[in-house]
């Protein structure tokens, strides 16, 4: 059984975290269904507000399918929503659950076969008449069959992991000389180790994506279109809706197309079409499908006026497209409801240093109000959130609605002045300077546009904000702490001269004798409590004995910000032997140990970022020396000693 008929939701797992889980939460809630919750430790904001919370083993559980369906069965959950990410597109979760009884909100197996695989979609689209790029027509994990398709088509050429999503596995490669080593990078990024290759299409492109909905009938709905062409490593970062076309005639078509497409199929619940679209020469192709729930639905919804996943989850339970409100818009593509919306992706990422993950403690986070604004994200005040290297690097997306164009943009500008995260490195400074760019405002952006802006945009990033201080230097002075205040504020933290007496009890004899310790704070060195805390103290172990003096270092084992507060030894940039990460991130390996003879540009460690592998290589040849401490699986940030290696050389003479 690779699916179940539409039925009523009474209890609900949603299987992902972060800000989508709390979206789907807050619906779910409207519609009276009980919801559960699923989170690993250091991560928990997204568990605000559901009425059940499950642990999970380990970050790579979202992905354990026999795990979920254990905690499923386990609960007698008879839904799973997905969200997106993670085994959103598994046609795998979807029959397994439904062997068990068990609805997957989506569009099942048999849908997800057809239209999770690029390839397969590929051929639809080419069964549909709609027109697709020349490429390879069967995945492959060899670069010499890249290589034959690319002499045969010509540069530039674009290779993406079969499996690959949110970026990961997709190459451009504008030479052919590029061409052995960037397949073989994507390659090694897909789940399969299979990629295909297709011509790239660049110059003057629009990324625009078609949100659809079926009943699994072959009654089919569009919401209209999303622009999506502003993008940092195939990601997207800024989306737009309607498309930012003048003239509605060249986008009509694309919608049209999305709509034969998903009637082929019979496609059930909601689906993203996703083409390239050139405005100069009108001409547009089939790019991909993805099966699921958009990370940019929202300003399908803020467009619209519908709440989406409400709305698909009252279809999975037997609900007609009429009825849950998909049509109240009409369906007449050269017409899309009045007003725009715009979605910014805030992001953990330092866009000077090529977007690297930005890991560490969020200290603290203001969001902006106002009509027209909206926020998804799930951080929670009161609760530490510490951004590592396991999940994606997206804390929150600020939605903004308007009228007209122009003042669609004043708002994205004002929301943008007023959001504010502290304690990491994140991309609103790139943000702000993107919507306040003349071809932003203009309408002008295409595929390309980030990259080619990239250095000005950034240099732009960098300007002190025009915003003046909203409480004009009075802040410190009228700033009363809150009475629930905690000590990882540092300005209602440890103090010197602090002083504790302390008594430990065994549980077991809780009314054994205890000579209480005291403790008294002389001279705070660092004050990052909880994270990490370094003083002088005065130690009396006894009753009657004189005080000590002792150095206290405490760090925090229960949070993954040591990396931001790392210990490990720091590379030094000037001398030619360290070899230092260029990124944060999960340490995978360590690939040499002392002694070993590596050449240049061997591969000495392996970090993982999100969802990618990097190595790290040596910049010269020579002797290993030292390898760090840091373990396999531990958060290591930019900028730690990976290894030292001296000049064999030297090391003879030594």
């Known amino acids: 059984m690779s699916s179940i008929n539409p039925r009523p939701i009474k209890r609900l797992l949603i299987a992902n975290r972060g800000e989508i889980a709390t979206r789907i939460i807050a619906s779910a809630r409207e519609l009276d269904i009980e ?78 076969q057809r239209t999770g695989d690029k390839l397969e979609a590929r051929t639809l689209a080419v069964e549909c008449n709609v027109p697709v790029l020349p490429a390879l027509t069967e995945p492959t994990s060899r670069v010499d069959a890249v290589r034959l398709f690319g002499e045969k088509v010509g540069p530039p050429i674009m290779v993406k992991a079969v499996d690959g999503g949110g970026g990961r596995g997709i190459r451009l490669i504008r030479s052919m000389a590029d061409l052995p080593s960037l397949v073989s990078r994507a390659i090694e990024e897909s789940p399969s180790r299979k990629v295909f290759a297709e011509k790239a299409a660049i110059d003057n492109f629009r990324h625009v994506e078609v949100q659809i909905v079926g009943d699994g009938k072959g009654n089919i709905a569009h919401l209209w279109e999303r622009e999506c062409s502003i993008q940092r490593r195939y990601q997207k970062i800024v989306e737009i809706a309607p498309s930012t076309a003048a ?14 497409m ?18 100069v020469t009108e001409e ?5 499908i993805n099966p699921r729930l958009q990370v940019e639905h929202t300003i399908t919804e803020s467009l619209c006026g519908i ?35 715009i979605q910014l992706r805030i992001t953990a990422e330092d866009p000077e240093k090529n977007y690297s993950l930005s890991i560490g403690k969020i200290q603290s986070f203001r969001f902006p109000t106002g009509n027209g604004i909206r926020v998804d994200t799930a951080l929670v005040n009161g609760i530490s959130t510490v951004i590592g290297a396991d999940f994606d690097s997206v804390i929150a997306k600020l939605i903004v609605t308007a009228a007209s164009w122009e003042d669609v943009v004043s708002k994205a500008k004002r929301a943008l002045e007023d959001t504010a995260i502290e304690g990491i490195k994140t991309n609103i400074s ?9 071809n932003f405002a203009h309408r002008t952006c295409d595929t390309q546009w980030l990259e080619s802006k990239h250095e000005e945009l950034l240099a732009q990033s960098q300007q ?31 103090r010197k001269n602090d002083a504790w007496t302390i008594s430990l009890r065994p549980e077991t004899t809780p009314n054994a004798e205890t000579h209480p310790l005291h403790l008294q704070l002389t001279r705070i060195i660092r004050n990052d409590f909880p994270s990490n805390f370094a003083a002088n103290i005065l130690f009396v172990p006894k009753p009657g004995s004189a005080p000590s003096a002792y150095r206290l270092d405490l760090t925090s084992t229960t949070t993954a910000s040591s990396a931001a507060s790392s210990q490990h030894r720091q590379g030094i940039k000037t001398d030619a032997s360290h070899i230092i990460l260029p990124i944060s991130g999960k340490l995978v390996e360590i690939l040499v140990d002392v002694g070993d003879v590596v050449a240049k540009d061997d591969a000495v460690a392996v970090v993982k970022q999100m969802k990618m592998e990097l190595e790290i290589r040596s910049h010269r040849a020579g002797v290993v020396t030292w390898v760090t401490e840091a373990e396999d699986g531990e958060d290591v940030a930019e900028g730690m000693l990976a290894v030292v290696v001296e000049d064999e050389k030297r090391q003879t003479k030594l």
């Open 35 to 112: 919801t559960f919750a699923v989170y690993t430790d250091n991560d928990i904001g997204h568990i605000y507000n559901a009425a059940h919370a499950i642990r999970l083993r380990n970050p790579a559980s979202y992905l354990d399918i026999n795990e979920l369906m254990s905690i499923v069965l386990q609960h007698d959950i008879d839904a799973v929503h997905p969200g997106y990410g993670f085994l959103s597109e598994s046609a795998e979760l979807a029959s397994g659950m439904a062997e068990n009884n068990v609805m997957v909100v989506g569009p099942g197996a048999a849908n997800l």
């Open 247 to 260: 003239d509605r005639s060249m986008v009509s078509p694309v919608v049209e197309a999305a709509v034969t």
């Open 262 to 279: 998903a009637k082929k199929i019979k496609y059930l619940s909601l689906g993203t079409f996703e083409f390239l679209l050139n405005l």
């Open 284 to 288: 547009f192709y089939f790019l991909e």
């Open 307 to 341: 709440d989406i996943v409400k709305a698909q989850l009252r279809l999975s339970q037997g609900g007609s497209l009429a009825g849950c409100g998909f049509l109240r818009n009409g369906q007449d593509t050269l017409k899309p409801p009045a007003g725009h919306s």
């Open 430 to 438: 790139l943000l702000r300077a993107i919507v306040s760019h003349r």
């Open 464 to 494: 002190p904000s025009q915003q003046p201080d909203p409480f004009h230097g009075l802040a410190n002075a009228q700033t009363i702490p809150p009475a629930n205040a905690t000590a990882s504020n540092p300005s209602t933290s440890l």
